[in-house]
């Protein structure tokens, strides 16, 4: 039965990078989601460049692969692999490639217009209250946060992370839905890789338990979200958050951890910092 409520509040969304150009795969209007869209480019040299028009959106874009040539009102910006670009609401973009490029979109309307800020992920390597490892055994994980503290928004928050083998990340299990609420996306995990994502609010009635690989999203409107790779394979997903309070909410770090699991804090206290 938990099962069939997931699925009806749109809790996943499967292969969501198996299209050219843009798509918006998650909306407020098609799932769960309040505040928070995701969606993917993916140009190369050969296809017209993708424009669109950010609206009362303030938009976050992170390249994964390659490089892309992002336009803001006119002015380009190159973004290399984990590169991120911060983009105004009220903004017209136009995203390309010379050869190609994959990048991850999240967005949130916001009353406030703030300014275009590039995020180039050599930086956020040298700050380690941006790119950290925390967990214990079997826990072991790389927090990167790519559009944080280090970047003047609204509501949006964006990063990723990759596990060791095996491991489990989002551990302790934890949960933010008064401020924020999220979606992961799975990337850089080719076949037979997978993992095990939960969602909930109570551990014997989970909202979602399933399976996820390369490209599916999940959603987490609210509840404790653990994951775990398989064996002999990491996980690797991006994370993108809405604050629901605009610039209030919008605070990386700040969750309940699920009690009986909160000895040792919640493993991002270094973002904190």
Known sequence: MKTHIAIAQNLIFRRTASHKGRHLAVTPNNSAMRH????R????????????????????LTCLSGHGIVAVDGN????????SIYIPRDSSVQVAASNQADLVECSAEVEGRYPLQLVRYADVEK????????????????????????????RILAGFTASEEGNWTSWPPHEHAAMLEEVYVYHHMPA????????????NEPEFVGIV???????????????????GHPINFVWMMAAHREVEDRQFGV???QP?????????????K
């Not at 669109?52 to 959106?57: D, I, S, V, Y």
């Not at 609210?222 to 398989?230: F, I, L």
Request: aromatic fraction near 8%; hydrophobic fraction near 35%; glycine fraction near 14%.
């Open 41 to 60: 480019i993916i140009v190369d040299a050969g296809m017209a460049s993708v424009r669109f028009a950010t609206g009362e959106r303030e938009t976050g």
């Open 260 to 272: 009986g699991f909160a000895q040792g804090g919640s493993g991002l206290e270094a973002s904190r």
């Open 76 to 83: 380009s910006h190159e973004l290399g692999c984990y590169d």
């Open 127 to 154: 700050d380690s209250s941006l790119k950290f490892s925390t967990g214990g055994p079997t826990a072991r994980r790389t927090v990167n946060i790519l559009l944080g503290k280090n970047v003047k928004a609204g």
């Open 192 to 203: 037979p890789s997978f993992a095990v994502q939960l969602v909930y609010t109570d551990p």
């Open 213 to 231: 690989r390369e490209g599916d999203a999940v959603l987490i409107p609210g509840g404790y979200h653990p994951n775990v790779a398989v064996p």
């Open 255 to 257: 969750v309940n951890v």
């Open 36 to 39: 928070l869209s995701y969606g």
